[in-house]
């Protein structure tokens, strides 16, 4: 029996059940069920079937021909800056060869253009950066397994407090120490607020295909540490399961104060049991819980699903050093970014110059690091990874050399420097864990239910000629716009996706940032209701810096919305022309323009 989605998730509600310290830095620097294979998962309905693996070659895609592809020198992205041989050369192929900076040149990060950081969060630089050598995975007997946090027992809480601890006590004794809390944090703040730069160019680890290998590097060696620390080579970092209704709270062992785990920096609204926002903007969005549950449900559907289909609109867009045009993925963009705006949004604080500040620790990235809950987000973030690749179709790893070949440098648990590879990160078996099988109900979440009967008249609203470039985005509007193609065959849809792209987003990057696009819907959309066929996505970002000598505070970004499911769902299949809908809902925002492209995975 198929049960309406808001159905079920109440069904799946009401059917759950519920040493010494060790201190290995001597260096002398300073209702679970098993997830479903990928042929029986809902994709595509009929087009699941006629996916290929394999992807066209084009210049413009993530993929290369090898017999056309140059062999660049590898490129570190690293703890201390970028590191590599004097003529390594930048992820882009038409950028210039970049030299890698010292490590102690590392600058004070920026929390915006005037203000600084409050403490240096540089990492410790290695005696010989020369001669630091590339990691190799230790003989595993015994998969780590990373649980979901809402089902852990008390013991396995004891024993992750007493490693949190264990990390804060490093910084009390051994301030330098690489492995120690403050200086794990630190690795995201040096990378995310302009700490590095090479030539003026700010090194940037968010919004480009460098996100996912460089956060699943990070977590691996700090889940290394907290393992050591308590002498447990087998612990696990939990995983905040907010993909699923029973994880859509804020896990409660993070909110006991006096514990390790607590962070006195969070939002009020992670409190009482409310459920999460997948698409918080920092502000509440009034509604109840089941329609926020079926919310965050539909956009868990559209990200890993509807949105994604190719490994670029999953990974985001090559990295470029020092490219101020932000172009992140879809789960970089949502949940993993209202994650981070829900529990961190808390108002009244304020920067050192007395600029207001939304939040704190998960509320900005300079301190995400600093709140214990961060890597556990960010294992579920991880996670998504598996799941997406799991989904089937064209979802595969990127096999551009430009992408397998980056590097990053990082301590490891017994406070030695190596150099990493992304391509040595693309199967967690073999870096010694694994999550545990848990249910991924977002799959059969496509939205069914239409907001508005039959097709919106396009002769009754301005073409997208005559609203863009849009200078304000300061209430909801409707445009038409041309397609490049209509009444496609099934070989030309699994050949190529049709994406809505908007160019030249800009936006004050001391803000919190939303908006939402629906297709064939007018401006009196219900926007606080999004599983609905005609949501075709969101864009959000949080507070940060990214380049040297922004005075202006402002951000450039793209967002991609691949369209050809949403097409097929509402029946525009064979229309020429669509009507499109902004909604805005936090922030000031302009839009260069709007265009609608076939592309090759």
């Given at each position: 029996m198929n049960l309406h989605p808001k159905l079920a998730i109440m069904a799946s509600l009401c059917n759950s059940s519920s040493t010494s310290l060790k201190t290995p830095?001597?260096?002398?620097?300073?209702?679970?069920?098993?997830?479903?294979?990928?042929?029986?998962?809902?994709?595509?309905?009929?087009?699941?079937?006629?996916?290929?693996?394999?992807?066209?070659?084009?210049?413009n895609n993530g993929n290369q021909d090898e017999t056309n592809s140059v062999d660049r020198r590898n490129v570190l992205l690293g703890l201390g800056g970028l590191y590599g041989v004097a003529n390594a050369i930048p992820l882009a192929a038409s950028a210039a060869p970049t030299p890698p900076p010292d490590l102690s040149?590392?600058?004070?990060?920026?929390?915006?253009?005037?203000?600084?950081?409050?403490?240096?969060?540089?990492?410790?630089?290695?005696?010989?950066?020369?001669?630091v050598p590339y990691y190799k995975f230790p003989s595993v007997t015994k998969l780590r397994i990373r649980p979901p946090a809402h089902a852990l027992d008390e013991a396995y809480i004891a024993k992750y407090n007493l490693a949190i601890s264990r990390m804060k006590d490093l910084d009390k004794?051994?301030?330098?120490?690489?492995?120690?809390?403050?200086?794990?944090?630190?690795?995201?703040?040096?990378?995310?607020?302009?700490?590095?730069?090479?030539?003026?160019k700010v090194l940037q680890v968010h919004n480009s295909w460098l996100f996912f290998p460089f956060h699943r590097w990070y977590l691996y060696f700090y889940e290394r540490i907290l393992g050591s620390l308590?002498?447990?080579?087998?612990?696990?970092?939990?995983?905040?399961?907010?993909?699923?209704?029973?994880?859509?709270?804020?896990?409660?062992?993070?909110?006991?104060p006096g514990t390790a785990l607590y962070d006195e920096r969070r939002g009020d609204?992670?409190?009482?049991?409310?459920?999460?926002?997948?698409?918080?903007?920092?502000?509440?969005?009034?509604?109840t819980q089941l329609q926020l549950m079926t919310n965050n449900l539909t956009l868990m559907y559209r990200q890993l699903v509807t949105n994604s289909p190719c490994p670029l609109m999953?990974?985001?867009?090559?990295?470029?050093?020092?490219?101020?045009?932000?172009?992140?993925?879809?789960?970089?963009?949502?949940?993993?970014?209202?994650?981070?705006?829900?529990?961190?949004?808390?108002?009244?604080?304020?920067?050192?110059?007395?600029?207001?500040?939304?939040?704190?620790?998960?509320?900005n990235f300079y301190s995400a690091g600093l709140d214990p809950v961060f890597y556990c987000h960010h294992s579920n973030v991880d996670r998504m990874w598996n799941e997406w690749k799991a989904t089937g179709g064209k979802r595969t790893d990127i096999q551009n050399k430009d992408w397998l070949n980056s590097e990053f440098f990082f301590y490891d648990e017994n406070g030695n420097p190596f150099k990493v590879r992304v391509r040595d990160c693309l199967d967690t078996k073999k870096m010694g864990y694994d999550y545990q099988p848990t249910a991924t109900p977002w799959r059969n979440f496509k939205p069914k239910t239409k907001a508005s009967a039959g097709k919106v008249n396009t002769g009754s609203i301005p073409p997208e000629s005559q609203v863009f470039p849009l200078a304000k985005l300061d209430k909801a509007i409707s445009f038409s716009i041309n397609r490049p193609a209509s009444s496609r065959t099934q070989q030309e849809k699994n050949a190529q996706e049709e994406v809505l792209t908007f160019n030249e987003i800009k936006y004050d990057n001391r803000d919190y940032i939303r908006?939402?696009?629906?297709?064939?819907?007018?401006?009196?959309v219900n926007a606080n209701e999004l599983d609905k066929a005609e949501f075709a996505g969101s864009y959000t970002s949080l507070p940060h810096v990214h380049r040297v000598g922004d005075t202006k505070h402002t951000a450039t970004a793209t967002l991609r919305l691949a369209i050809t499911e949403l097409l097929e769902d509402i029946g525009l299949e064979d229309e020429d022309?669509?009507?499109?809908?902004?909604?805005?809902?936090?922030?000031?925002?302009?839009?260069?323009?709007?265009e609608i492209k076939l592309a090759d995975c």
């Open positions: 830095f001597t260096s002398s620097t300073t209702c679970l069920s098993s997830t479903p294979k990928p042929s029986q998962l809902f994709l595509h309905g009929k087009r699941n079937k006629t996916f290929k693996v394999s992807c066209k070659v084009t210049k040149s590392c600058n004070k990060p920026k929390i915006n253009a005037t203000t600084e950081v409050p403490y240096f969060c540089c990492a410790p630089k290695p005696d010989d950066m020369s001669k004794t051994q301030p330098d120490n690489p492995i120690g809390f403050k200086q794990q944090a630190n690795i995201h703040c040096a990378y995310c607020n302009g700490g590095y730069s090479i030539d003026g308590i002498d447990d080579p087998t612990f696990g970092l939990p995983f905040w399961n907010w993909d699923h209704p029973k994880g859509m709270r804020f896990p409660p062992m993070f909110d006991i609204q992670i409190h009482n049991g409310n459920f999460i926002d997948l698409g918080s903007f920092g502000d509440q969005v009034q509604t999953f990974f985001g867009g090559p990295y470029t050093l020092g490219n101020n045009v932000e172009a992140g993925g879809t789960v970089e963009n949502i949940p993993h970014t209202p994650v981070h705006v829900w529990v961190g949004t808390r108002r009244g604080s304020k920067f050192p110059n007395g600029d207001v500040s939304y939040g704190e620790d998960m509320g908006f939402d696009v629906f297709l064939n819907v007018d401006n009196n022309t669509i009507a499109v809908t902004l909604v805005p809902k936090k922030g000031d925002i302009s839009i260069g323009g709007v």
